[in-house]
T-cell receptor, first 110, second 116 residues
Framework: GEDVEQSLFLSVREGDSSVINCTYTDSSSTYLYWYKQEPGAGLQLLTYIFSNMDMKQDQRLTVLLNKKDKHLSLRIADTQTGDSAIYFCAQGGSASKIIFGSGTRLSIRP | GAGVSQTPSNKVTEKGKYVELRCDPISGHTALYWYRQSLGQGPEFLIYFQGTGAADDSGLPNDRFFAVRPEGSVSTLKIQRTERGDSAVYLC??????????????FGPGTRLTVL
């Protein structure tokens, strides 16, 4: 079946890079997403990558996709306190519904 | 323009009661989605509408859950005979097209349902 796994917590020092990892099971996924959820706010789409790409860069965000290992990662460069949130890895396909992981809570140390 | 809105923001009900949760999508968006997010979990897909029709309702957990979108805009999620396990945040999302392409889903703030 469809499943998305990611670690629950990550703590990094302000200014360092954060790397959040995710594995997924559905090899037919057309695209993979990273969503951000802050307290009291709705889910915000950060970025997505098509399954035929290996890497996508968008300002401080870098997404790496290893399709063979079904592994996705999100790197946030120069992590700031405003990056504190829960980050969800998700997969989507032709059916439109999105399958989410359980989320990784990113906390920033001064 | 306005984003996706959901009402009420919070709903407390007693076990066995009936509840309705409302979603107003972004104007002009033809696709509408309902998800449920339990504490400490990611959102879980419930149902997807394309226009007025439910294109995929495979995520509805049982027949106590039902959703409608009669005019292709506002949608109502209805839960009968609520159980304590139904307690969660119910999220609504809309997108301009839906279906098979990287079509961004915009999420509302959710309705927090608590069943006592």
């Amino acid at each position: 079946g469809e499943d998305v796994e990611q670690s629950l917590f990550l703590s990094v020092r302000e200014g360092d890079s954060s790397v959040i990892n995710c594995t997924y099971t559905d090899s037919s996924s057309t695209y993979l997403y990273w969503y951000k959820q802050e307290p009291g706010a709705g889910l915000q789409l950060l970025t997505y990558i098509f399954s035929n790409m290996d890497m996508k860069q968008d300002q401080r965000l870098t997404v790496l996709l290893n399709k063979k290992d079904k592994h996705l990662s999100l790197r946030i460069a120069d992590t700031q306190t405003g990056d504190s949130a829960i980050y969800f890895c998700a997969q989507g396909g032709s059916a439109s519904k999105i399958i989410f992981g359980s989320g990784t809570r990113l906390s920033i140390r001064p | 323009g306005a984003g996706v809105s959901q009402t009420p923001s919070n709903k407390v009900t007693e076990k066995g009661k009936y509840v309705e949760l409302r979603c107003d999508p972004i104007s002009g968006h033809t696709a509408l989605y309902w998800y449920r997010q339990s504490l400490g979990q990611g959102p879980e897909f419930l149902i997807y509408f394309q226009g007025t029709g439910a294109a995929d309702d495979s995520g509805l957990p049982n027949d106590r859950f039902f959703a409608v979108r009669p005019e292709g805009s506002v949608s109502t999620l209805k839960i009968q005979r609520t159980e304590r396990g139904d307690s969660a945040v119910y999220l609504c999302a809309s997108s301009s097209q839906g279906g098979g392409i990287a079509d961004t889903q915009y999420f509302g703030p959710g309705t927090r349902l608590t069943v006592l």
